[in-house]
């Protein structure tokens, strides 16, 4: 080709580049990604999670479609394993059409994950992380719309003090999640004057015969267990069996109705089952009727613990990005300034609560709640009844 042609032919792409004009909101996608467990043991909370965020997304994504935006979910399958959730988080960073990230439920996934999402500026908003670390790490883009652990922990430890707790086995399962909280239980239970007869971590999950001889032999008064449900209740399964009848206390990795479908009716025996959380059931909320309601219609199940911190999660990004598109004459935002729009909402109207985030991205306050397993039907489980609720300013 000539050097007048390439000439002529330059011209005419730049002609059609001038009519066509800029590009407009409507040719423009925004996708928010979620990252839980969709596989794997721990799915039950990690789908109502991602479904949670939705059904978000699907009724508060008005603004920014009225704009000419289209707005899209990207879930994504962490299997509740850093290994997966770094891989896909790199995989999320690398669209620029996501803006925002809602994820994870395992701290020990969130917190490698969400060092990614830093490193690119995408902003993270987590409905169920509760390990200090996630946030006290100072990152712009790391926030979360639950509490923390070194206050459940305490939480635990002072309704166990409550109910006359004089001796303690406690036992985590070695992740950043259960190992943390139950430290934190520790800490407070001691100060308290309870006699820690053990404190041991394990990875087992079908027979914990060598953890149970120390325990029976030591007959606790409470046995505590840091990390999440299916771990727990094959424990306190075989420990029934075997004639423990003290009290057991878990965390919010507890809170899931498969808990009763492996643990079955053994745990209301004895001194009963109780764990704290800092989800609740949807239903210990004034808000969330209605999602109670649509959640069930959409999809023919109600929402398992967390599914509302979902929703709120998904919209408070639907929120920032709507407000950072605006700031910038309603064209798509950087993810610099969403991150930044999200640590800026004042008194977001949630459904589970009303959000501000302060410097570290923790909310200003957040919601506790101890919880009794009161049924070994699992349809029942949202119904367990609520012992106590705390709102608690996170630790300074």
């Not at 994504?76 to 059409?97: H, L, M």
């Not at 996934?109 to 992380?129: C, D, F, R, T, W």
């Not at 911190?309 to 064209?331: R, T």
């Amino acid at each position: 080709m000539t050097k007048r042609l390439w000439i002529a032919l330059l011209v005419f792409i730049a002609a059609g580049i001038a009519m066509a004009g800029p590009v407009s909101a409507a040719d423009q996608v925004i996708k928010i990604a979620t990252q839980t467990p969709l596989s794997g043991d721990q799915s039950a909370i990690g789908v109502d999670m991602k479904r949670g965020a939705e059904l978000a997304l699907e009724q508060l994504s008005g603004p920014l479609t009225a704009i000419g935006f289209k707005v899209e979910l990207a879930p994504f399958d962490d299997q509740a394993n850093p290994d997966t959730g770094v891989a896909n988080a790199k995989r999320i960073v690398s669209d620029p059409a996501i803006l925002a990230i809602v994820g994870h439920f395992n701290s020990g996934v969130q917190i490698p994950s969400s060092e990614v999402y830093h490193a690119s500026g995408l902003a993270n908003v987590s409905p169920g992380n509760t390990n200090p670390k996630v946030t006290t790490r100072g990152y712009l883009e790391v926030n979360r719309v639950v509490g923390r652990d070194d206050v459940q922990g305490v939480v635990g430890a002072n309704f166990a003090g409550e109910k006359k707790i004089k001796t303690v086995f406690i036992v985590h399962d070695k992740t950043a999640y259960g190992q943390g909280i139950a430290e934190f239980f520790k800490q407070k239970a001691e100060q308290m004057g309870m006699k820690i007869l053990g404190f041991e971590g394990t990875e087992e999950k079908a027979n914990f015969d060598s953890l149970l001889s120390p325990i029976l032999a030591g007959n606790p008064d409470l046995v505590y267990f840091g990390g999440i449900y299916p771990q727990a209740s094959v424990l306190f399964k075989q420990a029934r069996e075997r004639g423990y009848m003290g009290m057991f206390l878990s965390d919010d990795g507890y809170d899931s109705a498969d808990a009763i479908k492996i643990g079955g009716a053994t745990i209301l025996e004895g001194a009963g089952t109780y764990y704290s959380t800092v989800s609740g059931p949807a239903s210990a909320y004034p808000g969330t009727a209605k999602f109670i309601q649509e959640f069930k219609a959409k999809f023919n199940a109600a929402p398992q613990p967390f599914a509302a911190q979902g929703y709120d999660s998904m919209g408070i990004c639907l929120k920032a990005i709507e407000n950072a598109a605006k700031a910038n004459g309603n064209k798509l935002p950087t993810r610099e300034a969403v991150a930044k729009a999200v640590r800026a909402l004042k008194d977001y109207p949630g459904i589970t609560g009303t959000f501000t985030f302060n410097g570290i991205g923790d909310p200003t306050v957040a919601r506790y709640f101890v919880m009794k397993v009161n049924s070994a039907d699992p349809a029942k489980w949202i119904e367990n009844p609520v012992v106590q609720t705390l709102d608690i300013a996170p630790p300074q």
